[in-house]
Each structure stands twice: as C-alpha cells, then as structure tokens.
T-cell receptor
C-alpha cells in the first residue's frame, strides 16, 4: 500500500510569489492534515480537510489556504510569500477526522525556501 | 494555550544503553499520545502510541508510559542501536482534533 505522497519535494520561490503544494493520502484515507515544521517553532498545525471540507484550522494568517478534492487529494496554497514561510510542509493522512480512533501517517514533506 | 513540553532536547547514549524522553502536556482533555521518529530528509514516522485508558504500552524495545494525573508521558528505548539515532517527537491530542507536538529530542547512539 503506497504511503502519503507529497509533491514537489523541494521548491524555491521569491518573496511575494505564491505557491501550491500537493498531497495524495493513503488509499482509503479521507482526512488530510497539514503541518508546518521549522527549527524554531517545531511542528505546527495548519488545517485539516475531511470530505472536501475544512474541519479545523490552526493559528496561521489567511495567506495560508487549502482545499481537498473528491478523491481526497489535497492542496495547500500560500500567497504573498514571506521569508518566514521557509519551512518543511508536512501532510498527514488518516482514515477519518479526529484522533479518537485514528492514526495520522505523514508524508516526507515539501521543503519550501523563500528567497 | 495548548502546549507540550519535551525533554531533553538532545540525548547521547552508548549502544546498548537505554534512552528515556519525557513530555508533559497542558490539556487535561487529551486522550491520545503518539510518538514519532523523524530521520533526516524524511517525514515523521509513528513508532508507538498510547491512549488514556492504559498506563503503559510496549512494543519490543520501545515502551511508553502515561500518568494522566500528572499529565506526563515518557518514551523508553532499551538496548539502543545506532539505527535508533534520529529526532523523536512526542505529541498530544489537541482540542481541534489535531496533534500538538513537543519540540523534539535528537537522539544519538554511539557505537
């Protein structure tokens, strides 16, 4: 069974640009969560999508957005990039929403560098 | 706000020794506590988890203990091997159904 696939693995952008990252969850999984990982702040929750609806959102500005498609694949978009957006963006998939009976499986991440 | 504290931030042990990583969490409503291992260039990989209805769980050389009263949980790795070298993260269930992560522990196992 294939794991969580994130594309691209690496991205280099300049300030002010926008970027779109993609995540394909494990087959059969319907929930996708996104996290930002930086050396200073660690792993921080961005948002979760389940059945094409955003279920939860972390404390990030509106420049960070996402969506989920009918096949459960998800994309996240960051507009008007800032230097501080440089990070590893991780996607995690689980069968359904919520952790009560779930396990989150992570992809390898997309490394975004903003110059 | 919701918070998970993790200690130590770095840990160096000799091969064959035991390693212990400790975490405390702030939200008494948390019921799920996973541990992830992250190797260089890879995403976090779940190694063991525990739910609040048990106090201890073991899987071969890895064990996790949970003290809900004190809001503490710990990871124990016995008979460490060089391939155990990685960054380990503890996490707790957040109020939004997300994971709240500790800042990580870099474990180095010296041959």
């Amino acid at each position: 069974k294939a794991g969580v696939t994130q594309t691209p693995r690496y991205l280099i952008k300049t300030r002010g640009q926008q970027v779109t990252l993609s995540c394909s969850p494990i087959s059969g999984h319907r929930s996708v969560s996104w996290y930002q990982q930086t050396p200073g702040q660690g792993l921080q929750f961005l948002f979760e999508y389940f059945s094409e609806t955003q279920r939860n959102k972390g404390n990030f500005p509106g420049r960070f957005s996402g969506r989920q498609f009918s096949n459960s694949r998800s994309e996240m978009n960051v507009s008007t990039l800032e230097l501080g957006d440089s990070a590893l963006y991780l996607c995690a998939s689980s069968l359904v929403s919520g952790l009560a009976k779930n396990i989150q499986y992570f992809g390898a991440g997309t490394r975004l560098s903003v110059l | 706000g919701e918070n998970v504290e993790q200690h130590p931030s770095t840990l160096s042990v000799q091969e064959g020794d035991s390693a212990v990583i400790k975490c405390t969490y702030s939200d008494s409503a948390s019921n799920y506590f996973p541990w992830y291992k992250q190797e260089l260039g890879k995403g976090p990989q779940l190694i063991i988890d525990i739910r609040s209805n048990v106090g201890e769980k073991k899987d071969q050389r890895i064990a996790v203990t949970l003290n809900k009263t004190a809001k503490h949980f710990s990871l124990h790795i016995t008979e460490t091997q060089p391939e155990d070298s990685a960054v380990y993260f503890c996490a707790a269930e957040g109020s939004q159904g997300n994971l709240i992560f500790g800042k990580g522990t870099k474990l180095s196992v010296k041959p």
